[in-house]
């Protein structure tokens, strides 16, 4: 079982800079590629960005990209998401994830991926 918590969100002025922390329980953390997707209001859920178990390799949805870094630190069971340059469409509910399984690849479709945390909300005023 792995249990996910999102931290660090808030309100945040266009062009600026929020730094998102998703911590997890149990010792398996570094087995598992991780997430980011957000859900903005009316909106389907969408990919922003995923890490491999060993953070070697990063994926980005083309409208964060140059924009957002994720990271993880395995010795803190924490995964990190940076994100500059903010623009009022980054405006959303942001939610860190994991596969179903270890070492197999976090999908860019939420539908099939199955520890999700609660969220938190993202607020960029123009």
């Known amino acids: 079982q792995v249990q996910l918590v999102e931290s660090g969100g808030g309100l945040v002025q266009a062009g600026g800079s929020l730094r998102l922390s998703c911590s997890t329980s149990?010792?398996?953390?570094?087995?598992?590629?991780m997430g980011w997707f957000r859900q903005a209001p009316g909106k389907e859920r969408e990919f922003v960005a995923s890490i491999s178990w060993s953070g070697g390799n990063t994926y980005y949805a083309d409208s964060v990209k140059g924009r957002f870094t994720i990271s993880r630190d395995n010795a803190k069971n924490t995964l990190y998401l940076q994100m500059n340059s903010l623009e009022p469409e980054d405006t959303a509910v942001y939610y860190c994830a994991a596969p179903h399984s270890t070492y197999s690849y976090l999908s860019r479709d939420p539908q099939t991926n199955k520890y999700w945390g609660q969220g938190t909300q993202v607020t960029v005023s123009s």
């Open positions: 149990g010792r398996t953390f570094s087995r598992y590629a």
